[in-house]
């Protein structure tokens, strides 16, 4: 268990609708990360938030959004949704500054944009 | 920019057949290199790090080192499970101006047959 926590673990939608994906992460962590990895794909970098601020924008579309709130817990929204949307998104958690504090990942939302 | 590149799967191996997942990279100054595992249907989880030169990261089995004179940290087995059938991602840490850059490679997908 790495302690980051995702929901909900599956999500289905139609086009053209908006969702919002929540992450915890691990107890103590300040940074989370998003990534989508769509099917037979690597990751991709969406967006990192530090203590509550954006610290840097991966490629993410316009049409998703994301926030860290006070507590640490991190929703990424995603709105007008397209089929090519449908994809895993990670938020993965990290402790430190330093480069030798590993990234912690929550098991996924699978979302399906039908 | 920094950026990591991955041996392309699949690979297909025999049970206790020995592993090599070639894995360099690019970076500024002296990155943190990490290798992930992903069992399907789960999200990453950190198999083994090393954070400077000519450190030896092992973890199950599996083990890397770090080498920066050929920027490179290739994974290996002895000898593989079907149980490790999974997909590998390289990754490093470096710093930017913001704090802490992931990069990941693209994966490899490891098939073991009994």
């Known amino acids: 268990d790495s302690g980051v926590t995702q929901t909900p673990k599956h999500l289905i939608t139609a086009t053209g609708q908006r969702v919002t994906l929540r992450c915890s992460p691990r107890s103590g962590d300040l940074s989370v990360y998003w990534y989508q990895q769509s099917l037979d794909q690597g990751l991709q970098f969406l967006i990192q938030y530090y203590n509550g601020e954006e610290r840097a924008k991966g490629n993410i579309l316009e049409r998703f959004s994301a926030q860290q709130f006070p507590d640490l817990h991190s929703e990424l929204n995603l709105s007008s949704l397209e089929l090519g949307d449908s994809a895993l998104y990670f938020c993965?958690?990290?402790?430190?500054?330093?480069?030798?504090?590993?990234?912690?990942f929550g098991n996924g939302t699978r979302l399906t944009v039908t | 920019g920094n950026s990591v590149t991955q041996m392309e799967g699949p690979v297909t191996l025999s049970e206790e057949a020995f592993l090599t997942i070639n894995c360099t990279y690019t970076a500024t100054g002296y990155p943190s290199l990490f290798w992930y595992v992903q069992y399907p249907g789960e999200g990453l989880q950190l198999l083994l790090k090393?954070?400077?030169?000519?450190d030896k990261g092992s973890n199950k089995g599996f083990e890397a080192t770090y080498r920066k004179e050929t920027t490179s940290f290739h994974l290996e087995k002895g000898s593989v499970q079907v149980s490790d059938s999974a997909v590998y991602f390289c990754a490093l840490s470096a710093s930017h101006n913001y704090g802490q850059n992931f990069v990941f490679g693209p994966g490899t997908r490891l098939s073991v047959l009994p």
């Open positions: 090393a954070t400077k030169a000519d």
């Open positions: 993965a958690s990290s402790g430190g500054t330093g480069l030798n504090s590993p990234l912690h």
